[in-house]
Every structure is written in C-alpha cells, then in structure tokens.
C-alpha cells in the first residue's frame, strides 16, 4: 500500500485524489489519508503530490503513518474529486514538525 504521511497536514492540494483509479482518499480537517485495504499499490499518486506526501509503505520508517492511514481512513469520509488547497498551503509545504503542531 501507499501511505500519505504528515507532509500532507496543512497543504492538502488534492491532486492525489484525481488519480486514484479505486478513490481510496479519505479526508480529515488537516489531511488525507489512503486506505491500506483498499489501495491496489498503482503508484500513481506518489509523483502528483506537490508535497511529496505520498510514499509506499516499503521505505523505512512509515509504521506510525501506515497505522494513522489504517485508522482515520475508517472514520473520515472519502473525498472523489480534486479541490482548492487552503490559502496558506505553500506556507507549509516542507515545514518540519507539522503533526505535533496542526494535526486534528
Ligand atoms: Fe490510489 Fe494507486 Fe495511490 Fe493506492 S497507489 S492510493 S490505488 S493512486
Ligand atoms: Fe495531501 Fe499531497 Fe494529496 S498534499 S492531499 S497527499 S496531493
């Protein structure tokens, strides 16, 4: 499966949505998440994040953000169509620390 980690959290820009052939993208206040049960592993999500939030959980380290995927793709709605980022997205592009900071 392909996770999207805390990179996402304040920029949502959504394109990641548009591409998803099986609209497995569910969407919280601050960002999305994949939905590791429904994820065919297609890959075409990770190069259209502007973020680079998306990555496959084969790179080291994801644990904690395959398990916030898993979880919060069972609770929050799921989100089929691209829309606008917030205003201050670019803001937060690349900042270090953002889940202790804005995650909701
Ligand atoms: Fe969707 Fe493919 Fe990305 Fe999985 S890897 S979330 S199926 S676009
Ligand atoms: Fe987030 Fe990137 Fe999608 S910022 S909403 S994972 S395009």
Same mark, same amino acid.
Request: net charge negative; glycine share 4%; charged share 30%.
């Given at each position: 499966?392909?996770v @999207?980690? =805390?990179a996402?959290i304040?920029?949502k %820009?959504?394109?990641c949505?548009?591409?998803?052939?099986? =609209?497995?993208?569910y969407?919280?206040?601050?960002?999305?998440?994949i939905?590791?049960?429904?994820?065919? !592993?297609?890959? @075409?999500?990770?190069? #259209?994040?502007?973020?680079?939030?998306?990555?496959p959980?084969?790179?080291? !380290?994801?644990?904690?953000?395959?398990?916030?995927? /898993?979880k %919060?793709s /069972?609770?929050?709605?799921?989100?089929?169509?691209?829309? !606008?980022?917030? #205003?201050?997205? =670019?803001?937060?592009?690349g900042?270090?620390?953002?889940? !202790?900071?804005?995650?909701?």
């Amino acid at each position: 499966t392909y996770v @999207v980690t =805390d990179a996402c959290i304040k920029c949502k %820009y959504t394109d990641c949505v548009e591409v998803c052939p099986v =609209d497995c993208f569910y969407e919280g206040e601050t960002m999305l998440v994949i939905n590791p049960s429904e994820c065919i !592993d297609c890959g @075409v999500c990770e190069p #259209e994040c502007p973020a680079e939030a998306i990555l496959p959980d084969t790179e080291s !380290d994801l644990e904690q953000w395959l398990e916030l995927n /898993a979880k %919060y793709s /069972a609770e929050w709605p799921n989100i089929t169509s691209q829309k !606008d980022p917030p #205003e201050d997205a =670019d803001e937060h592009k690349g900042e270090e620390g953002k889940f !202790d900071k804005y995650f909701t």
